[in-house]
C-alpha cells in the first residue's frame, strides 16, 4: 500500500476509515450535539458527495462544482444506509485508483484524502460527543 492509499484508507497517522464508521446508528448519526452544526450524518452524506464528484474528476470526468449539492436535503434511514454503502464504495474505487495514479487522478486524491481527514475527524468528536465511541 502506498502512502496515497494509506492516507485514503487510515491507519498511519489517523484511525481506519472502517473503524470510524463501524456500528453508526441512524438515531445517533442524527442526534445533534449542543453547539455542533452539523449532525454525523449531514457530515458523511456531504463526505460521500464530495468524494463521488472528485473520482469523478480524478477517472477525467468534468464537474460543474457551482451545481452539485454537498449537503442533505433530507434525514432517512433509507439515505443514511444508501451514504454509508456508497461511501464504502467510493473508498474501494478511490483505493484502485491510487495504485498508480495520473497527475490528475493523484491531485484529485489528494485533496480527497485531506478532505476527508478533516471531516472524519469531525464524525469521531461527534461520536465521543453522543457516547458512541471507543477508543479501541
Not at 498511519?12 to 445533534?32: P, Y
Not at 487522478?105 to 478532505?115: F, K, P, Q, S
Amino acid at each position: 500500500m502506498n502512502m496515497l492509499q494509506l492516507s485514503l484508507a487510515g491507519g498511519g497517522a489517523h484511525r481506519e476509515v472502517s473503524k470510524i464508521l463501524q456500528d453508526i446508528s441512524f438515531e445517533t448519526a442524527v442526534a445533534r450535539a449542543t453547539g455542533t452544526p452539523h449532525s454525523i450524518f449531514e457530515l458523511l452524506w456531504h463526505v460521500e458527495a464530495s468524494q463521488r464528484f472528485l473520482l469523478e474528476h480524478a477517472t477525467g470526468g468534468e464537474v460543474d462544482w457551482a451545481n452539485v449539492a454537498l449537503w442533505p436535503s433530507e434525514e432517512s434511514e433509507a439515505e443514511f444506509r444508501r451514504v454509508l454503502r456508497d461511501f464504502q464504495v467510493g473508498q474501494a474505487q478511490a483505493q484502485m485508483l491510487a495504485e498508480a495514479p495520473s497527475d490528475r487522478a493523484r491531485d484529485a486524491l489528494t485533496d480527497l484524502a485531506v478532505h476527508n481527514a478533516y471531516h472524519l475527524g469531525q464524525i469521531v468528536l461527534l461520536r465521543r460527543l453522543h457516547g458512541d465511541w471507543t477508543a479501541s
